[in-house]
């Protein structure tokens, strides 16, 4: 071919080919271990929460907003490039959410800023090595956005302007925070690129499993990728949520945003090693530290509890808490505090086993087991189950009292399937064992 020919042909490329396609860009990050970031951000969510009340479905307008702002270390990494484990130190952590007509605040406790944020069993996983948080300070933790796994949602490779990716299933379950994930279709999009900024967008959806219901999104997000420090800077992520009714959680329909916005910094003095001393390297936290404290808010009582028990319902006279397993409702416990006497005193085992059997709804037909339980501190512990009918249900009982040598008071009701039992186990004794009546002062 002749010199004029060739530079003819070139020429003919050139006019027929789009104007973008030269625009390409590796859009990955290589992340190690000690690489620290700058994380900010803020989440808005409205929408509504559909409880039933006397066979009616009544419907309690929802909105939140939360802010949460931290440095962040990383301090594994799994082989397939993901973080694995994180150290943070929330400078803000506040959420502020309204449920019809009542609103809360909800924050942490200057004691518990450190955070460790992990991957462990295919769930996310935080916990403060301080001590052990309240459930409020995980909900306001766990439930952020994970700014851990975001570098997941970029292609990992050369890509050009147009292409596309699908997100890895397990980036979409820690993005989404489900405990489980059923299928997604999420896909990434490179939409453009300049010297210096990649942006990229996501669409699709997801369907998991999050506390026992199920739970259906749809994503639209886009994000800007900083080719020359090879990092995602900002994500701004959008969803509309549809989940289900399950044991521990009502009808939500949701639309939320959440504006990340990720620096990468020098190691901050509060993550260094000596500051993260009191952080375990084994991959299995200490059980103290994952596990949740409840206070009573009139000092009646307190116990340390696993995260698997959920909070149903609080009143001046009861807390209700359903336990779950791998999303499956266990049972539920019932805790009353009850009439104080004097010192030394308490209800008999006969007038106890009386007044728990002529509650309302329970028939009791068959008696499986009565006696004390072995117990510290002056306490006296008093358990007997019981098999009958709750409501016309099959059921079984076990009741506890728990009297202190001063007189107070408190009774447990775990209640749950024939078939639940044995998924019980002995986590009623422990929850039991962890009661401390009256609570001592903070």
């Known amino acids: 071919m002749g010199a004029g020919r060739f530079l003819g042909v070139m020429g003919l490329l050139v006019a027929v080919t789009p104007a973008g396609w030269a625009q390409t860009c590796t859009l990955a990050e290589t992340m190690q271990a000690s690489d620290c970031f700058k994380i900010q951000l803020e989440m808005k969510l409205s929408g509504e929460m559909r409880i039933r009340k006397d066979d009616k479905t009544i419907p309690l307008k929802l ?18 490039g993901l973080v694995q484990k994180t150290a943070r130190i929330y400078e803000t952590a506040k959420a502020t959410i309204t449920v019809g007509t009542e609103r809360v605040e909800r924050t942490l406790r200057p004691e518990r800023r450190l955070f460790v944020a992990q991957r462990y ?8 090595p301080s001590g052990a948080l309240s459930r409020e300070e995980l909900d306001l933790t766990a439930g952020q956005f994970d700014s851990s796994a975001v570098s997941g949602v970029l292609a990992g490779k050369d890509v050009a302007v147009g292409d596309t990716w699908k997100v890895p299933a397990s980036v979409v379950q820690a ?14 999009k490179l939409d453009a690129v300049t010297a210096e900024t990649a942006t990229f967008s996501l ?37 509309k949520d549809e989940r289900d009714q399950g044991p521990v959680s009502p009808v939500t329909v949701v639309e939320s945003t959440t504006t990340l916005k990720r620096q990468a910094i020098e190691q901050p ?17 200490p059980t103290p530290m994952t596990q949740l404290e409840y206070r009573d808010s009139q000092g009646r009582f307190a116990f340390l509890h696993p995260r698997e028990w959920h909070i149903t319902a609080q009143t001046k006279d009861h807390l209700v808490m359903r336990f779950m397993e791998h999303g499956d409702f266990v049972a539920q416990v019932t805790m009353t505090p009850w ?104």
Request: net charge negative.
């Open 269 to 285: 003095a509060a993550l260094s090693d000596v500051s993260l001393v009191s952080v375990p390297a084994d991959e299995v936290p």
């Open 121 to 128: 069993k295919d769930q996310g996983l935080v916990y403060s």
């Open 63 to 80: 909105e939140a907003v939360a802010n949460h702002e931290y440095p962040e270390r990383i301090l594994a990494v799994a082989p397939g």
């Open 339 to 442: 009439k104080k006497t004097d010192k030394g005193k308490h209800l008999s085992a006969e007038e106890f086993k009386q007044t728990m059997n002529n509650t309302a709804g329970w028939e009791p037909e068959k008696e499986l087991q009565a006696s004390e339980v072995p117990a510290d501190n002056g306490r006296w512990i008093y358990r007997f189950s019981a098999l009958g009918q709750m409501d016309g249900v099959a059921a079984v009982q076990n009741f506890y009292l728990v009297a202190t040598a001063e007189g107070e008071q408190m009774i447990l009701v775990f209640t749950m399937t024939p078939k639940q039992v044995d998924k019980l186990g002995a986590r009623d004794l422990a929850l039991v064992g962890n009661l401390e009546i009256p609570a001592a002062a903070k």
């Open 203 to 239: 669409t699709g959806t997801a369907t998991g499993i999050d506390l026992g219901a199920i739970a259906k999104v749809k994503i639209e997000a886009v994000g800007h990728f900083d080719l020359k420090a090879k990092r995602l800077v900002s994500l701004e992520w959008k969803q």
């Open 175 to 188: 993005l989404c925070n489900f405990e489980g994930l059923t299928e997604h279709t999420l896909t990434g």
